[in-house]
């Protein structure tokens, strides 16, 4: 019963975070995206993974480890559309002129 509640967790939260992940995938864009929040969801999925290491809880692990990759690549994206291609610069610029 106990592999049942963590495999359903598991399958919830995959379910959760990869629509997110390929949404941005897709479309590039990350306007709503918090970088905090997700940050910090990141750095929780990383604990959760190696809490799941240390217990041998392979629900968790899996989960954690494909919701750490899905926050990896959203973050990635983010960071290129937000610092690195100039967009918030010009974005900046944009709403001075209004």
Not at 52 to 74: D, E, F, K, Q, R
Request: with cysteine; charged share 15%; hydrophobic share 50%.
């Amino acid at each position: 019963m106990i592999d049942f509640f963590g495999y359903a967790a598991a399958l919830c939260m995959i379910c959760g975070y990869l629509p997110q992940a390929f949404y941005t995938i897709r479309t590039r864009d990350t306007d709503g995206i918090a970088l905090p929040t997700f940050l910090l969801l990141g750095a929780g999925s990383v604990f959760f993974v190696i809490q799941g290491l240390m217990l041998a809880n392979w629900p968790l692990v899996i989960t954690n480890a494909i919701t750490t990759v899905s926050s990896i690549i959203v973050f990635a994206i983010k960071m290129h559309n937000d610092y690195f291609s100039g967009r918030r610069h010009r974005k900046g610029e944009a709403d001075q002129k209004e």
